[in-house]
């Protein structure tokens, strides 16, 4: 199959994301708070460092829609193989949330994201703001051929981590709608489940607009 190490490195790189981070939420559950919400952050910063050095020279490193689309609405990636990216981190996410409800039960949501309160208003706006930093960094540090050589996977790890730890309370600080579709679709607990696919996506489309007025249109990563 036409493009399958790709597809494969993203189905992996999504499902040792989920499996890990997810992972930390339940066991600090658990465990009675032996992780800690800093050492759940910390966690979800160091798994993606450590995937974006392992697999983002097979498939790029997306491991979320939302960064796949923004890569093909700012001409880095192909039209084609976005849904087939997408489905391959979805079904990533939700084998890894299978996988944990099977090994550990049905404990802490299964790592699910909601909004603290109910508060889908202020959890949309948040999210919206998280995923375009997140975004910005990727630009910034893993696009722009102007940043510092190899140290991408260091500042989008950071910036992951400094996210999860500032606004995952109110938030769970998702900025990932398949690392909330894993837990939400295997736990069958959809409360406000639309917003993590809106507000990433959003965040992210806003980061190319501003990341492209910062780049003369992105061609001064080209160069």
């Known amino acids: 199959m036409k493009h399958s190490r790709e597809l494969l490195a993203e189905f992996i790189g999504t499902f040792v994301l989920i499996f890990a981070g997810t992972g930390a939420v339940m066991v600090d559950k658990l465990s009675n708070g032996a ?16 995937l974006i050095y392992s697999l983002g020279h097979i498939s790029g490193a997306h491991f979320n829609p939302a960064v796949t689309l923004a890569f093909w609405r700012s001409g880095f990636f192909r039209r084609n193989l976005v849904l087939p990216y997408i489905l391959a981190q ?12 099977i090994s550990l039960g049905a404990v802490g949501n299964l790592g699910a994201t909601m909004p603290k309160d109910g508060n889908w208003l202020q959890s949309l706006i948040l999210e919206t703001v998280l995923t375009f930093i997140l975004m910005l960094v990727i630009f910034g540090s893993g696009l722009d051929r102007r940043a510092p050589i190899g140290f991408a996977g260091i500042a989008i790890g950071l910036t992951v981590a400094v996210e999860a730890a500032c606004m995952g309370p109110i938030t769970g600080a998702s900025m990932n709608p398949v690392r909330s579709l894993g837990p939400a679709l295997v736990g069958w607990n959809w409360s406000h489940h639309w917003l993590y696919w809106v507000a990433p996506i959003l965040g992210a489309q806003l980061a190319v607009i501003v990341y492209g007025h910062l780049s003369n249109d992105f061609s001064d990563l080209k160069n």
């Open 35 to 50: 992780i800690t919400h800093l050492g759940i952050s910390i966690v979800f910063g160091a798994v993606v460092t450590a």
């Open 90 to 101: 979805a079904l990533g996410a939700i084998a890894a949330s299978l996988l944990l409800r």
